[in-house]
């Protein structure tokens, strides 16, 4: 008991964190499971960040209670976005979501009233490790049922070959409209989950660090199946911290080559359904 | 006579650029037919199956299915009206296997709705449940049940092209596209192809593909269009249509190529 409390104190901080980015990297994978490469969760995070610190200042609201607002307010920002870009094609539309990002935080700085400005925001409460786990726990629960369900393989369909989707019925635009509005509920809950762990946001606090974080995660993790951008998410989060431990002198370089390792090695990322079913098959062979 | 064409084509032009790879064509598929589709390279015949599967959208003319024109219509909404279709060169989804590959063209079969998928309710889990029985039943029908769990592509090149007939079988069409189903396939395995779309055909559905192989067409096709520069040479009856002396001069070219081709015959 004492050595588990000694190992939390140690790395509770980073499995906190990794919690966090998880959620996060959920949302990115909810649109890169449909091929759409979007930084636009950075904003449905800042929308949903702010949006629960203002309600923990203004009513005193509880974490758990806060959640539902947040995702609901990342979906109808969701919803805009959708409708405004996802008839780009697919750079312009990564292209159109970092200019959304860099638009967001000048509108934080610009709106002290919403977002504290230049000073920012302090949130006056905090979530716990078991609700954060509760949260990442919930929104894998959602990602294993679209997985499972019928929209699963037709988002399979759309990312792999979107024209051939559509010629047996499958509409990619419908598709990745509702793979956007759960982009931006599950990003909508990952900023509110960093307002109540960090305490403090600044319009730095959703920025392209996050958005480099979560895209990372995604794509070390992989891209393929829910549980990679988890995994990722945890393993990205976690690596300064073992780095630090291993070779405190070269930590970053260390963190630098690990991440090409995995790359080189592992392409599609750590967690592959189709890498295992190939090496299945030539098994059986 | 008008009542028995599924799919007509009146005046169709496709044009890229300057280029019109469709140029004014015509044609008709006979309800329950087995159509041929025939032309030199570059013909346009495989923009002909772009154009009626709404992958391309034509520059001018209608593409009547069932009576309603369908031009322009998005390709989702051509599958909704019962055409489906196959690829030149087989297009499957990478990572999934041969039962997911039917199960996904399916998905105009639905029942359950996305909701009620997601919460995995018992209705949904029954059309679930069915629909896979459905996918390996057709998977059955084309003969590589056997491999239904495995990736499909792990298969051979022919089985991967019956994978996608299945795929293409799966929302139930009235009028299937084949596009060239037997290329690069042996004599023994484009005979296969062959008879499986006549017993197809004789299940109800009509069929219109693309084939180079002459002597397939005439063997397994009731009719046949000829087509050259993005226009109909001749249709009808494909032996009648081959001995058309216009489509001999243009079709068979010189006399060297035309041997060639009847001893395919």
Redesign the interface.
Known sequence: MRALADLWAAYGVTLVFGAVNAVFALSAYAVLAVGVLSFATVVFAGIGGFLSAQLAGAFGWPFLAILPFAALAGALAAAAVAGAFLRLESHWMALASLALVLIGRVVALNAPALTGGVNGLIVPLRATPWELAGLLGLCALAFWRLDGSAYGLAARAVREDAAVASTMGVSPYRLRFAATLISGAVGGLGGAALAFTLQFLSPDTYFIGLAFTMIASTVLGGAFHWSGPIAGAFVFTALPAAMQAVVPQFEDVAKGLVLLAIMIYLPRGLIDPRRAALRRARAHG | MAEAALLALERMVKRFGGLAAVDGLDMRVERGAVHGLIGPNGAGKTTVINLI???LAPTSGAIRVGGEDVAGL???A???RG???T?QNV?L?????CL?QV???G??R?E?S?LA????LPS?RRD?RRARERAFALLENVGVAARAR??AE?LSYGEQRRVEIA?ALA?EPRLLLLDEPTAGMNAQEAEAIGSLTRSLSAQGLTILMVEHNVGLVTAFCDRCTVMNFGRSLAEGEPRACLDDPAVREAYFGRKRDADRMQTHG
């Open positions: 599967s709404g992958l998005a390709a989702e051509i599958a909704a055409v489906a279709r690829y297009r989804f990478p990572g999934m296997t997911e199960m996904t063209g998905w105009l639905r359950a996305l998928s997601f919460l995995a949904a679930g495995d990736l792990t795929r929302s």
